[in-house]
């Protein structure tokens, strides 16, 4: 994708290509995250005495990461938002001019939060090597969560792309369905149960080709090192559905922006 | 390998174990970063001119990351070693009190500027999708490469571990190979051509299997992400050779410490 180019950012071709490489690194970023526990005092609010903060650890660790990205201007890609957009800085390079392919209240629409609650209750406890706390090991764990939180949040978001050029493709026909706020028809022009099963089966081939030492293919007990299946139920029961309520959300307000 | 138990870090079964993982974690790195441009932007001297600050961009972000990180006491940790010692911030956690398995001047050894330089220089050219700039990704690329440097300097570091093994094993012979300053002793005692070269094979192996999307495995163009005998090049003309380095300085000065 080159956003440089808003002709390539809404060819259902390239979109679905970039949406297939991200599969990648979340599941790289799930294989490294299951070496640590599940560590749930990286998630307690204020488990540990930070001065003048207020949240988990794996909060400080995200926003001083997001304070860092945001001088390297990378909220001000279309494809990146951020978890706590109020710790943002001023840019330190000079912008990207990116042209405008998204409608303008895009970054309005953000799942962030809903990302961040199904991640810790749901996938830290699926992926993980065992439950409970290493203490010497919360950093590497909340470096891990960052890596897959902002993966997973962009392969979300990025469903506005397809939003988006599903309504170019097709103005008069979402036009209707806005102004009737015919959600289930929106849902359904959306949906293609096809693609989704594709995409189920080729996580759990990746799974296995990239979470399992080739060199011990063929030995007695060739274990994955994150099940395969619950990549593909992650995607299954959090992502996919996700990234639907944001194309849905983007949809609904799209006659605010003609 | 748990630090909290000194017997299982000088274990050379449980060292190999977790070099071989790291691999992956390489590969991982070299993969994602294979999606950008070889981007010289980020590795030019005050290319940028962000206030108060002297050095590349990628300078600028691996301090931004350890000074975040010192905070979370990654650097306290016996397998990590800034890149910029003089940027680090105490603590704001309560210390690990890690028990000793290391000899006291352990971070005094210290390779990460020749590992940038090798990086930079010879890594980057190679696994770059395509020579230049792409203004709009020169953060994502800062992003990967402080992965991939985190990632190699983790594991050229490691060599301390079998160094101190080799030495707990046999104190006699690495004593008097020390007084005696018998640096082709010590270097061939620490050599194992026969694990060198699986570690190569199983690079190529890691290489098409993580690089591969498995579902366009039987496709005319199965390319990998990257070469992967570039991959085990880089292991035998960087990774390896500095890694023994690091264990002879590691041994040369095992006396201080008696």
Known sequence: MDFMKPETCLDLVNIRHALIRMEDTIVFGLIERSQFFSSPSVYEPNKFHIPEFDGSFLDWGLQQMEKTHSQIRRYEAPDELPFFPSVLLPSLLPPVHYPKVLASYTDEINVNQEILEFYVKEIVPQVSCKAGDQLENLGSVQVCDIDCLQAISRRIHFGKFVAEAKYQADKELYNKLIIDKDIPKIEASITNAAVEETILVRLI???????????????????SKVEPEIIAKLYKDYIIPLTKKVEVDYLLRRLEDV
């Not at 990239?210 to 030995?219: Q, T």
């Open 205 to 223: 081939e990746k799974g296995k080709s990239y979470g399992v030492d080739p060199s011990m293919k063929y030995s007695q007990n060739p274990q």
